[in-house]
């Protein structure tokens, strides 16, 4: 028996079908004895858990319960209408933020546009491209370095092959 064909026993014993899938159950149940055992058993399981299963019993009934329910609900819905902003926080959007705002844009101005004072760093430059020299500044000792580079007087002499001898092959 397939799946399907036991989701509909299940159905059937439910009573979740339609009146044409219902009628086909019961003529397959006149045919087959694996689907009666099957739906036999699925009673049997279903009368052991209903007779077992305790119902829970509320002192109230559950429409009280729900009325309880929807009289929160509107009681919070209408307090939530006409709460006004405490003084405090109106107080901190109209001032605070924006001064906040203007600080850090005056610390990201100072940041980008003086980036080197009130620094004592020290700095490598290049003077002149296409020379070879060097300028090495150190603000906190107020020193200045400058270092030129001469190429040196003798001329490396390009490499030369030694001669070959066909006899050394």
């Not at 009573?15 to 055992?37: C, F, I, M, P």
């Amino acid at each position: 028996m397939t799946d399907e064909r036991q989701w509909e026993l299940q159905a059937y014993a439910d009573g979740e079908l339609s009146a044409s899938a219902r009628r086909k159950v019961e003529a397959r149940l006149a045919t087959d004895a694996g689907a009666r055992a099957l739906l036999a058993e699925l009673q049997m399981v279903r009368q052991a858990l209903g007779a077992n299963e305790p119902m829970p019993q509320l002192p109230e009934s559950r429409e009280f319960y729900w009325s309880k329910i929807e009289q929160e609900i509107n009681r919070l819905e209408s307090v939530g209408e006409h709460r006004a902003p405490s003084p405090v926080l109106q107080w901190w959007r109209r001032l605070i933020l924006p001064a906040a705002g203007l600080a850090v844009l005056a610390l990201t101005f100072g940041v980008t546009v003086f980036p080197k004072m009130g620094r004592g760093g020290s700095s490598v430059e290049a003077s002149f491209p296409g020379t070879e020299a060097l300028t090495y500044r150190d603000q906190a000792h107020g020193v200045t370095l400058v270092w030129l580079s001469y190429p040196s007087e003798e001329e490396p002499k390009d490499y030369e092959a030694p001669p070959q001898d066909d006899d050394w092959l």
